[in-house]
């Protein structure tokens, strides 16, 4: 049978790096906001044929797609770093256990 070993200490390393990545896509969302049109910004053939409108909704989808992986990599750093506590908490409780074994308690 494979032996599965937790590194707690590489997990929590891998949070720094989720973490890191998800604030260049905050970043990325920011930029992505901050870049519509607005409905004069084209002049008159531009509101003629709706192109701030048709523009901004493409920024609109590519928003919410970059939204969707910022809130993905923030959850996902978020449980690495939870179950890296609670397997260092079971760690402390096996620890104290043996110890207490072993002094007879």
């Known amino acids: 049978m494979t032996e599965i070993k937790v590194d707690a200490e590489k997990m929590r390393t891998a949070v720094e790096k ?13 930029e992505i906001q901050n870049a519509t049109l607005g409905p004069d910004d084209l002049g008159f053939l531009g ?4 192109i701030p409108d048709r523009y901004n909704a493409v920024v609109d989808q590519a928003f919410d797609r970059v939204s969707e992986g ?7 750093g978020a449980d690495l770093y ?9 760690e402390d409780k096996n ?3 043996i110890l207490d074994r072993a002094s007879g308690g």
């Open 82 to 90: 939870e179950t890296a506590k609670n397997y260092d908490d079971v």
């Open 18 to 30: 989720l973490l890191e990545c998800y604030l260049k896509w905050h970043d990325c969302s920011t």
């Open 95 to 97: 620890i104290l256990a």
């Open 47 to 50: 509101s003629v044929f709706h």
């Open 70 to 76: 910022e809130n993905v990599l923030r959850l996902a």
